[in-house]
């Protein structure tokens, strides 16, 4: 009996020890940081080695007429080169009047592309839709265009295309800080986004009605905090792979919901921020999710669905409708949820087999993207083309 119980209690421990080390990986990949270790014991004070005997001369022959395979060569891989659209690539960057309390001396950098094509009617009138992209962490804004590829969807299908990029001094990753209180709140790099965001909307031809938000992982998380503290500005949201809102508090804390989601935060979250803004306008949602996601797992896309039901106020009876969507050639099987109120489809929840914690329909010679589709970009747009905020 005593064997057995000291056989669990060495069970327990060394499944802590690999839970420590998970743990700690995941920490220091997403946030820079690790989880902090248990000290080490002290170790014995070594014995005096024995003298050390000279080797038989059937090793040493060994050793000389046994050959090793020769170590393949190292490749250096060549630099991809992405297909570049014919519109305008601008690079510039945003830093807020001396007199925001908290913001003075920082600047965000930001990437704008405006498409080459002829502008329609509507265009010459209203100016480019604007779709602001928000990488996700270990991710530069250069990076996140080329492997969403949604500056070549902006140059076919007419939109100008934003992407601010988080800065190394404020995360050693370029990790949004979602998880983090203040920020939940709206301070933080929200209010650079949205100061970049004004910038490019005062400077170019663009269309107030139709902003429009995305984000993968930490972009996601901080697109939605971005759209919650300010409704009046994004007419429609989409978040790939994205934890969800209003718990964390905390590098710790954000790891817990990556994989576990929210808890008892999930209804309360989002009744503070109706409590804060009574009048809080429709905020049409699209969420892109991988069943395999290990990273940020599928309840975060189940806890965002709930949260997307009750910031719409949608009512009991909503209408659902459910397709499944067959792999075809070069794509993952997966099923999209439409909730409609009217005629308005007001969230689209999508889960896609097989997808790890990838952009889908990405470019796969960057890191966080799935070769296979479907394409995320041209689901995210086709979602934001049918809605407009209302001025």
Known sequence: MVKSATQWLRGLVRVGK?????AAKLAKTLF?????????????????????????????????TVSKPAARPVVPRAAVVPEAPPGKWLAAHYSPAPEMLGLSGKRMSY???????????????????????????????????????????????????????????????????????????????????????????????LDRGRVY??????????????ALRHPQLIAALGLHSGPVFGAGHGMIGALGVMQHGAGQRVDGAIDEVLAHSPAFPQLPTILIQGREDKVV???????????????????????????????????????????????????????????????????PALAFNAKAGPDASKMMFEFFAGHRRLE
């Open 111 to 205: 990437w704008l592309y405006l498409p080459a094509r002829e502008p329609s009617a509507t265009v010459r009138r209203k100016g480019w839709p604007l779709v602001v992209m928000l990488h996700g962490c270990d991710q530069t804004a250069t990076q996140f265009a080329q492997g969403t590829r949604m500056n070549l969807l902006a140059e076919k299908k007419g939109f100008a295309v934003l992407y601010p990029q988080q800065s190394l001094r404020s995360h050693p990753h370029r990790c949004w800080k979602w998880y983090d209180k203040a920020t939940q709140a709206g301070g933080g790099d929200v209010r650079m986004i949205v100061g970049a965001i004004e910038q490019v909307l005062q400077k170019y031809a």
């Open 297 to 363: 797992r599928p309840i975060n896309q189940v806890q965002l669905t709930r949260q997307g039901v009750l910031l719409n106020r949608m009512p009991r009876g909503t209408a659902l409708s459910v397709a499944a969507k067959a792999a075809g050639r070069g794509g993952n099987a997966h099923q999209v949820h439409d909730y409609t109120v009217g005629k308005d489809v007001l969230l689209r929840v999508a889960l896609i087999e097989r997808l790890e914690h990838a952009w889908s329909g990405g470019d």
């Open 32 to 64: 820079g940081a690790p989880v902090a270790k248990p000290k080490p014991r002290a170790k014995a004070k070594p014995k005096a080695a024995p003298k050390a005997r000279p080797a038989p001369k059937l090793a040493l022959k060994l050793k000389v």
């Open 213 to 226: 938000l995305g984000g993968m992982s930490a972009g996601a998380g901080m697109a939605n905090i971005v």
């Open 18 to 22: 690999v839970q420590r080390r998970g």
